[in-house]
Structures are given as structure tokens and as C-alpha cells.
């Protein structure tokens, strides 16, 4: 009886003279259908193509073979990979806690927080919170998340309506922007910025440095001697 006694499977397809198959259905360097070709003749047209021959399709019948490159095809399809784990998007909730009886300034710093989770394409779980004889007053609490949803109607949208539970009200937003757009945005936004650092600062070194003009200096002998002579002309006459 077999028994797996644990260890790695390679999940790469088998190429070359891994293949233990008969015949191929082969596919041509540039995807174009060769045929059902023996496997010998599929290894001597990679050797004359100086390519790989890379299963492709083992579970077909027979198994499809392609001739590539197989170093190259790794490389590529790895640097896909990172780019595309990079683009990833995770969805994040945040949260933000009120008091039914919240004054205005802390109201305009939590909604300014609210607008900003919303703009990084984030979920935002409001609570409000009651102690005491608030819990009697529910309404407050609703009244509270309304105006906050109407606020910031242009970036986000209620996704769960509000509903009480236990001494809290709970109300969660959904941003209309999707976090990869948000993602791609920032980083428009920040080259951007960068780029307009850059261009200052080239323009910063491209200005000559203006120097003060050289100040002429007088004779005073000279001075003296004119005095002198005009007053000689004026005694003559």
C-alpha cells in the first residue's frame, strides 16, 4: 500500500528530459500549433532552437509542450507576481468613536479623520458611544450619524445602517473610490510632488547668483584740483 511520507511537491512543470511521455502535442516558440510530434523530435527542435521544452499541459492527451525559454518565462513571471502582490489591495476598516454630545471642534477633527479614511479608499466603522442617561436618548446618537454620513456624502456611502448595540450605535461607511484607485492615486500624487521638488530645485541652481556691481573709486587729489580750478575762474572773471 502507498503512503505519502510527507515532504515538498514541486508544483514546476517538467521540462526537457524530465518528460516521460511518448509524444507531444508541441507548441512552436512563437505559439504556433506544431502537432503531434514523438518526443525525440520535440527535444531535437528545442536543441535547434537552443530553447527549453516546458510541459505545459501535463493532464492533457497528449500532454501540450511548449518550446520557450524557460529561465526567461521564470524571471517574467515572477517580476508579475511582485508587481501584482504590489497593486494588491487590502480593504481596512477603521473605526471612529463619538459622544452623542460632541462639541464642534471635536466633531470637525473626527469627521476630518473620517474624510481622510474615506480618500485611502477605507471602510469606516462609526460608534457612538452612551453613558448613563444617554442611553435613553437614542435619537441623539442617530441624529449624530446622519449628519455625518451627509457630510461626507461626496466621498463615502452608508454601507451598514445604524443600529444599537448594547450602550453603543453603530454605523458603517463605504468609500466610493475602490482602494486601488486610492492606492494609484497617491502615488500619482506623491510623484508628483516629488517632480515639482526636482524642477525647483533645477531652477534654484540654474539662476546665476546676482553680484554687487563694483563701486568706482574717486581721486581725491583729482577732486581737490577741480575745486581749485574752479575757483581760479571764478576770481578771473
Request: charged share 35%; with cysteine.
Amino acid at each position: 500500500m502507498w503512503c505519502y511520507r510527507g515532504g515538498s511537491i514541486s508544483t514546476e512543470p517538467r521540462i526537457n528530459d524530465r518528460i516521460r511521455v511518448p509524444e507531444v502535442r508541441l507548441v512552436g516558440p512563437s505559439g504556433e500549433q506544431v502537432g503531434i510530434v514523438p518526443l525525440a523530435k520535440a527535444l531535437e527542435l528545442a536543441q535547434e532552437y537552443d530553447l527549453d521544452l516546458v510541459e505545459v499541459a501535463a493532464s492533457a492527451r497528449p500532454p501540450v509542450c511548449k518550446l520557450m525559454d524557460y529561465g526567461k518565462f521564470k524571471y517574467e513571471s515572477a517580476m508579475k507576481a511582485r508587481e501584482a502582490r504590489k497593486n494588491q489591495a487590502h480593504t481596512v476598516i477603521k473605526e471612529m468613536k463619538l459622544r452623542p454630545k460632541i462639541d464642534p471642534h471635536d466633531y470637525d477633527t473626527k469627521k476630518g479623520h473620517v474624510v481622510r479614511f474615506l480618500k485611502q479608499g477605507d471602510k469606516v466603522k462609526i460608534t457612538i458611544m452612551f453613558r448613563g442617561r444617554e442611553q435613553s436618548r437614542p435619537e441623539l446618537g442617530y441624529r449624530l450619524l446622519q449628519r455625518l454620513a451627509s457630510d461626507v456624502e461626496e466621498l463615502g456611502f452608508i454601507e451598514s445602517n445604524p443600529k444599537q448595540d448594547g450602550r453603543n450605535m453603530i454605523m458603517v461607511l463605504g468609500p466610493h473610490k475602490k482602494k486601488t484607485e486610492a492606492m494609484a492615486e497617491a502615488r500619482e500624487a506623491q510623484a508628483a510632488r516629488k517632480a515639482e521638488r526636482q524642477g525647483a530645485a533645477a531652477a534654484d541652481e540654474a539662476t546665476p547668483s546676482k553680484e554687487a556691481a563694483p563701486v568706482e573709486a574717486t581721486d581725491t587729489k583729482d577732486a581737490e584740483v577741480t575745486e581749485a580750478d574752479a575757483g581760479e575762474a571764478n576770481a578771473e572773471a
